[in-house]
């Protein structure tokens, strides 16, 4: 059996460091403000803006929920976002996604003023994290993913990470991250994804697998090599009679069959998605700190 790498444990040690910081911030006369936008009523979305919306109030941020009908127009949206960029209160904005289909997300992203675009997702902090950047936003969950490599003591400088998935969210921006020059950097990475050919016999080479493509626990043994470290981003809804809910939530990854044979593992749920918010908090405190706002 592997050892467990725990998410909501490691994010309360971020949260740990973001209170001290938040705490020397207020004492200058700042206090980080989050602005997070949804435009219609998804209910998934809706539960994911409500935890982002509280957690900022444990930490005394100040947090601005706008809630815009579903035939919000993208004219009206664009409003709001720029409304925000000028807003000295406000450092970090996103907008929930996805949006109704009738926005143009990618217009939307492009409109947040890069310094406050603390899901990393503007063009320009893209560009920052592929040149190696430093003062750019890195998305959440793959910013979530090093952290929890780093703090599970995972040696990533060197060795073999394979990512399976290139989404722009997770995959994509995560293989820049590790294969960055410096600390939490310095990996060989391998990107897989729909049409990668030999995809088992890759995974079975890498030192640390990552799984992020949304398929219930597509990862089995066989794609594993034993002792590599294993981190599974995907969130999946499998249908369960047996639960209240009817349903039940796993990851990317066979826990059961996997756990046997990787060194470390996060679980599902428990381990990338309470860093993902985790991070969300820890940019927008940088937001603060980087900014001339008060
Ligand atoms: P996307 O659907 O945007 O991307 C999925 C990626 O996986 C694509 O690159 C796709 O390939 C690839 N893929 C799909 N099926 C296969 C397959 N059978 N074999 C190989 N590659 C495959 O998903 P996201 O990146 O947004 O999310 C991935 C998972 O992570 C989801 O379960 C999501 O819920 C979860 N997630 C969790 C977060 C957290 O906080 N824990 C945050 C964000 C996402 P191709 O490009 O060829 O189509």
Known sequence: MSHLIEGRAIAEKVYAELRGEIAELKKSGRTPGLAVVLVGDNPASRAYVRSKDKMCRDLGLHSLKLELPADTIQDELLARVRDLN?????HGILVQSPPPKHIDEAAIIRAIDPAKDVDGFHPVNIAKLTLGDDSGFVPCTPLGCQRLLIESGTEIAGAH???LGRSMIVGKPLALLLMRKGKGGDATVTVVHSRSQRLAEITRSADILIAAIGQPEFVRAEHVRDGAVVI???INRVDDPTMERGYQLVGDVAFAEVSEKASAITPVPGGVGPMTIAM????TVRACRQSTAS
């Open 280 to 283: 969300l908090m820890a940019n």
């Open 161 to 163: 990470v394979v990512v």
């Open 86 to 90: 000028n807003d000295r209160a406000i």
């Open 232 to 234: 599974d981003v995907g």
